[in-house]
């Protein structure tokens, strides 16, 4: 069983994200299968609850033998809303631009 990371679940009065680093998704191999529907910023994607969420925990759990930990932080509006909406190649472009 490996060691049990901490994420932070964001969420406002209509939706909610957990953010997790780009690396991590090319990790479990399913940073290519998030929906636009999440979010992204620098080099950290927000996933959105109802269907990409549950793609990385089901990953997480094949890789870890746990479930993530986290902790939630709710705001009335989350500034993600306004994020740019996760886009693979983009984030791929922006990670190779970075190293």
Known sequence: M???KT???HSDGGHGWMAVKFRELEEL???DKITGFSYRKGKTAYLEE????SIFFLKY???HGVS???RESYR???PIRNYDHYSYNKMKGEQ???V
């Open 76 to 78: 009335d509006r989350s």
């Open 29 to 31: 191999e399913i940073a």
């Open 50 to 53: 109802d269907f990409d969420l």
């Open 96 to 98: 190779n631009e970075i």
């Open 68 to 70: 993530p930990s986290y």
């Open 2 to 4: 490996g060691k049990v």
């Open 61 to 63: 759990r094949e890789k």
């Open 7 to 9: 994420y932070v679940f």
